[in-house]
């Protein structure tokens, strides 16, 4: 099924487009998150993927949104900014709801990961240069409670960037029916653009109550994420079109969280979750030759889910786009305050909070 585009977004502010990537640090990137200010929708929010841009921005996309008192609705599913520097500008979505629709009043989607491809349309090199984000989301129906969710499926959107310009919602499509069972297959966990394919990481529960997960991995050519019958699925040996023969390359017994990241960085592939699942009280990093696995996992590092202190800690991800002046790779952790009045008084409780790790 696929769902109709929203109308034009803007952009809250100008941020300049080119020149190079600076060299970030752990501490500049926590100061400069915390003190985040006087964006028109936009005061906490999980996830926080990075989406580098040709024309040296940064596109960011986060999940659950807490908006100022004025704006409604206050919370939001998904909503996204633009950084170049210490410039920073929010993406408005015409309508000024989620900058990825549900489809349903009923369902939210929340953001789970991307990969940037120049975009197709560019047919000419006097063109200016124009990005296409793919993005997946978690297609889930909300229960009372923070963590009383139905995860349904995997629904896709794809946004093209212009240089300089505004993302625009080019469309969204549903990948995966509308399922409750709790031990489906989480397909769109992560992403990987590497040479002509995009893979396609997906993670599913082993045991009712837990939160450990194994993890499989698909691939479709790039420019045929959105043809279902293009993907096909890695059995440990062959690569097949039945999503129903896949085989695990990591055991739930070792387990990865439900969203995670598989990147790129110059010949080995790097895997970061939560290791033992979502609610583990440690990162970890895993390394690859291939894509595929197999995954040695070369670090770990201590991050309780819950220390205590009233805020969850949870879905580690990778940022190999920003690059630390140390050389070591730069993690986001999710956080979500436990107390709704907490949050609310102090907004900078529900960002994102940076570590460093080191490549294995």
């Not at 529900?350 to 490549?359: A, K, S, T």
Request: proline residues 9%.
């Amino acid at each position: 099924m696929q769902l109709g585009p929203t109308r034009s977004a803007s952009l809250s502010a100008t941020c300049p487009a080119g020149g190079a990537l600076p060299a970030y640090d752990v501490g500049g990137l926590n100061t400069w998150m915390s003190a985040l200010q006087d964006l028109p929708q936009w005061q906490a929010a999980d996830v926080g993927l990075t989406l580098p841009l040709q024309d040296g921005r940064t596109v960011w996309v986060f999940g659950d949104t807490l908006r100022p008192l004025h704006v409604s609705p206050r919370f939001v599913a998904s909503s996204m900014l633009i950084s170049s520097g210490q410039c920073v500008a929010q993406v408005l979505p015409a309508g000024g709801g989620p900058v990825i629709p549900a489809g349903s009043h009923k369902q939210v989607c929340w953001p789970t990961a991307g990969v940037v491809l120049p975009s197709p349309a560019r047919t000419s090199t006097s063109q200016p240069a124009t990005d296409q984000l793919d993005i997946s989301c978690s297609r889930v129906r909300r229960g009372q409670g923070a963590l009383n969710f139905t995860y349904l499926g995997l629904t896709m959107a794809r946004f093209t960037v212009p240089r300089g310009g505004v993302p625009t919602l080019v469309k969204t499509w549903q990948v995966t029916p509308d399922d409750t069972d709790p031990s489906q297959m989480n397909w769109g966990s992560a992403l990987l653009h590497d040479g002509d394919w995009i893979y396609i990481y997906g993670t599913r529960l082993q045991q009712r109550g837990g939160s450990a997960r194994s993890l499989y991995v698909a691939r479709a050519p790039v420019g045929a994420l959105d043809a279902a019958r293009a993907w096909t699925y890695w059995t440990g040996r062959d690569w097949v079109h039945d999503a129903a023969r896949a085989q695990s390359t990591l055991p739930a017994a070792v387990g990865v969280s439900q969203s995670l990241t598989v990147s790129q960085v110059g010949d080995v592939y790097v895997m970061v979750s939560k290791d033992g699942g979502d609610f583990a009280d440690d990162v970890g990093v895993w390394r690859s030759d291939t894509p595929l696995g197999p995954w040695v996992l070369s670090y770990t590092r201590a991050v309780p889910y819950d220390d205590g202190s009233g805020v969850l800690t949870y879905e580690p991800l990778a940022h190999p786009d920003l690059p630390l002046a140390d050389g070591n790779l730069l993690v986001s952790l999710s956080r979500s305050p436990t107390n709704l009045t907490s949050l609310l008084a102090d907004p900078a409780l529900g960002r994102p909070d940076f570590i460093e790790v080191p490549l294995p």
